[in-house]
């Protein structure tokens, strides 16, 4: 392996990112740990929440320290004080929700996945891009200072040419969730199986060829397993499931060496690179789950005082490449 350590987080502490003012919009599960995360770690500002139930908007504020509560999500996107708005509504509700943020002339972070398909994500991204409005798809997990170490471990070619990638994403739920309705784009694809399809594509790029198998649970699809070919031939196994715990690991193998990340590979954690030059060199972290939700807050504060309208850690491109992905893997299973 090129040198005897692992390279240097690239990623700023997220308390020197300019602060803004946020609106939410959706007073959900990941809402709560967003806000809670911006709080702890950041100077950004959770300002305003909207809903479509009132009472759920004054809770939300009332129980985050949120000054004002809007009972719509249009007198969220009218309120003049908010300067970018987190997007935290069902998958299902997307497309609605970010056309209408881009149509206010409002910077958008639409929660993963963009859209429930490449065609959604698309329309998003054409119309953020019409409107010079900036537009990124809350991918948390790229945003982390492990996967900047990762992305540049992969680039200088410290395990070779990568020729395959191995995840897992299965976790039990029960019949209440929502993840379970088919009204609200539910089922195993977008709401686990974003991470080890994205993980593929971000590593060996969108596949050439794609095959599955999936297995309902009623009215969505509870699990399913996917292999993905490259171009140039490498090979990603993939699965994701709501009907089982799994380990939620993750494995990226190439010609010189491998990478094995701990489980939940997605979130701030463990893992080690294996190279059969040298001794295996280890990248360790606090695990600290859904409070790493901060990172993905403070790159966009940064990318809009450098007046991006776009992020190059997750690309508008990249969500479209990852969803057109899944629609395939969807088709095929």
């Not at 007198?75 to 509700?93: F, K, Q, W």
């Not at 991918?139 to 897992?168: C, H, I, N, Y």
């Not at 991006?308 to 490449?321: F, K, Y």
Request: net charge negative; with cysteine; glycine share 10%.
């Amino acid at each position: 392996m090129p040198g005897s350590s692992l390279p240097l987080s690239r990623v700023p502490p997220s308390r020197d990112a300019p602060p803004l003012r946020w609106g939410v919009m959706g007073t959900g599960w990941i809402a709560e740990r967003f806000v809670t995360a911006l709080r702890a770690h950041t100077r950004q500002l959770p300002h305003a929440v909207g809903s479509r139930n009132p009472g759920s908007a004054a809770a939300f504020a009332a129980d985050h320290g949120l000054p004002v509560a809007h009972g719509s999500y249009e007198h969220l996107l009218g309120d003049p004080s908010v300067d970018v708005i987190y997007v935290a509504t069902p998958h299902s509700h997307h497309l609605e929700a970010a056309l209408a943020t881009i149509a206010a002339g409002k910077h958008v972070v639409v929660e993963k996945p963009l859209g429930v398909n490449a065609d959604e994500a698309e329309r998003i991204a054409s119309a953020a891009r019409e409107q010079g409005v900036y537009c990124v798809e809350a991918l948390w997990t790229l945003f982390l200072p492990k996967f900047d170490v990762l992305r540049q471990v992969l680039d200088d070619g410290a395990v070779g040419e990568p020729l395959s990638v191995v995840a897992d994403l299965g976790d039990w739920f029960d019949d209440s969730h929502r993840i379970r309705r088919a009204d609200l784009a539910g089922g195993a694809m977008l709401d686990l199986g974003t991470y080890p399809v994205s993980l593929a594509t971000w590593v060996l790029g969108e596949p050439a060829d794609v095959a599955a198998l999936a297995a309902r649970t009623g009215d969505v699809t509870a699990q399913f397993g996917a292999v993905l070919r490259s171009p140039v031939g490498a090979i990603a196994s993939l699965f994701s499931s709501i009907d089982s715990i799994t380990p939620t690991t993750a494995m990226i193998a190439g010609t010189e060496g491998g990478i094995i990340l701990d489980g939940p590979f997605f979130m701030p954690g463990r893992f080690v690179v294996r190279d059969r030059r040298g001794p295996p060199l280890v990248w360790d972290e606090p695990a600290v789950g859904h409070q790493g939700l901060h990172f993905e807050a403070a790159a966009v504060a940064r990318d809009l005082a450098e007046g991006r309208t776009e992020s190059s850690v997750r690309p508008l491109r990249a969500s479209i490449e990852t969803l057109r992905t899944m629609d395939r893997i969807t088709a095929a299973g």
